[in-house]
């Protein structure tokens, strides 16, 4: 008799002559039981190497099988085929939207790959009225989703920056930009989850009903379950945005007016901040988009060696309420105390705003620059530590920001629902610091080495300094880690994981609990 694919597994790790290997192989006869599974949709146990790569292009491990579903019964009949195998197996499963995850939080080394934007697109239905919302698969893109809504002049009111993501793979760790401040996260801003638990039962919660699971898939890292559909907050979509663009020389005067703007009650409607160092020409780069104040000072102006602040901001109207648009961001402009001839502005529409970063991925593709690794370090740093945060780090630790944006702008707390499983910083006022470089693979002095050496001295600097900072999209590498990240919180993360994950199958890329052992006790 041959061995199970689950013993199979468990021999290779364990025997496989002491070397980390990302290259499982798998029992046929059990590959057989899987593609025998009564599905709507199909395994591929070839082609998959495309499942074994992410946005991040740090870490390849490789799956043995990839489903397509063709429906949530897919996910759960699966789920639970490996449930079933019990807790001696090695088998785990991922789900991946569209592979935008950093360091191979949605690969499942020797496992199985969930690809999630194979669901029918056609469960999405918007619901208008007083209280509008959209029902929406977990594998569909935001992008998708904004077009769809927009046909009822509605749209969700918590947005990422970058559209072409999914609703499971944001929601399953917050989802964040320049709305935050006002609407929280995308977390906050979800009616009702339809889940696939580790065990492979489908579950409908809400905040009202199976709660305890509602709360704990939202920004739960996928560990408790793969989200299958959620209920979208909606509001009425404005038709256009002005989109305005100022710089500071001063951090003082760029923070205390970012937090101004985001306590005030008639303010912008997005908000958010970039650091600029040792850039060369970078107002040249803008007036492809946007119109100088001041062409000539815009021309003339020199940024090289210096350390600059921006703040972008936007005010959504409709047409014919141009005129109160403009006298409400002369009157907020008034309030601040930028460079004064260093306002740059321009008016597009909506969906041209939100989509704004999807125009530069064509570029970059087009130029191969796309696909090139992204060690990329997002925190959230408490308001009483971010002068000293940014003394050391802008223009110290890093000496330019010529690999990719660095993003700094202020968040309200109470906008976050505690209840969720993500962990944020316990101030008011928390800012989210988001260093995105674009890197090539070697290891020079502009390689991935490099970046990922300088994230760790900002991380070691922020331990050293007692600056309480926390990750977001965190990436660990000890069980300790992953206990002082969560701090109080470990408790609960942990018996939730044992209520909806018990074998701990789901999202073994995020390296949180190992497959086959009970999940950490520290």
């Known amino acids: 008799m ?45 082609d998959v190497s495309t499942a ?41 499963v991922a789900a991946r939207g569209h592979g935008h995850s950093l360091r191979g939080q949605c690969q499942a080394a020797g496992g199985i790959v969930i690809k999630m934007e194979s669901l029918p697109n056609d469960r999405m239905q918007v619901q208008s009225g007083a209280s509008p919302y959209v029902d929406a698969s977990g594998g569909e893109l935001w992008i998708n989703v904004l077009h769809e809504t927009l046909k009822y002049g509605l749209a969700p009111k918590s947005w990422t920056d970058y559209l072409h993501l999914t609703i499971g793979g944001t929601l399953s760790n917050a989802g964040v930009s320049g709305q935050t401040f006002r609407h929280g996260p995308q977390i906050s801003n979800v009616n009702e989850l339809e889940i696939v638990t580790g065990k492979g039962d489908i579950i409908t919660c809400s905040p009202e009903r199976n709660s305890d699971l509602f709360h704990a898939a939202l920004g739960g890292l996928g560990q408790f379950g793969i989200i299958t559909r959620a209920r979208i907050v909606l509001e009425p979509a404005p038709k256009m945005v002005r989109w305005i663009r100022v710089l500071y020389s001063d951090f003082t005067s ?30 040249n780069n803008w007036r492809s988009s946007f119109s100088p104040q001041d062409p000539v000072w815009a021309s003339q102006f020199k940024s090289d060696g210096r350390v600059l602040f921006c703040l972008e901001m936007t005010k959504n109207y409709n047409p014919e309420e141009s005129d109160n648009m403009e006298q409400e961001v002369n009157s907020l402009l008034h309030q601040l105390r930028h460079m004064p001839p260093s306002l740059f502005h321009t008016d597009v529409t909506y969906i041209e705003f939100l989509d704004r970063v999807h125009s530069s991925e064509v570029k970059l593709r087009a130029k191969g620059m796309w696909e090139v690794p992204h060690p990329w370090l997002n925190l959230m740093v408490p308001k009483s530590s971010i002068h000293t945060f940014a003394r050391e780090v802008f223009g110290k630790i890093l000496k330019d920001s010529n690999s990719g944006p660095i993003l700094l702008y202020p968040v309200n707390k109470f906008r976050w629902d505690n209840r969720t499983s993500v962990v944020i910083p316990d101030e008011e006022v928390f800012y989210l610091v988001g260093f995105l470089s674009s890197v090539p693979s070697s290891s020079g002095p502009h390689g991935v080495e490099h970046a990922l050496n300088l994230n760790n001295q900002i991380i070691e600097f922020s331990g050293k300094a007692g600056i309480r900072v926390k990750q977001y999209l965190p990436n660990y590498n000890t069980a300790q880690e992953w206990k002082a990240h969560f701090e109080a919180r470990w408790e609960t993360f942990q018996r939730r994981k044992n209520a909806y994950d018990p074998l701990a199958i789901l999202a073994p890329g995020q390296g949180i609990f190992q497959k086959a052992s009970p999940p950490l006790s520290l």
């Open 2 to 46: 041959k061995p199970s694919v689950l013993q199979y597994l468990n021999f290779f790790v364990l025997f496989s002559f002491g070397v980390v290997t990302t290259s499982h192989t798998t029992d046929q006869d059990v590959l057989a039981t899987l593609s025998k599974l009564p599905l709507d949709g199909h395994f591929s146990f070839h």
């Open 52 to 92: 074994a790569w992410d946005f991040g292009n740090l870490s390849s491990f490789m799956p043995a099988a990839v489903l397509h579903p063709g429906s949530v019964d897919d996910i759960a009949t699966t789920v639970r085929h490996v449930f079933l195998g019990g807790e001696h197996s090695m088998l785990t």
């Open 254 to 283: 760029f923070a205390e007016d970012q937090e101004m703007l985001i306590s005030a009650e008639r303010t912008f409607d997005y908000i958010e901040g970039f650091v600029i160092i040792n850039r060369t020409g970078i107002l």
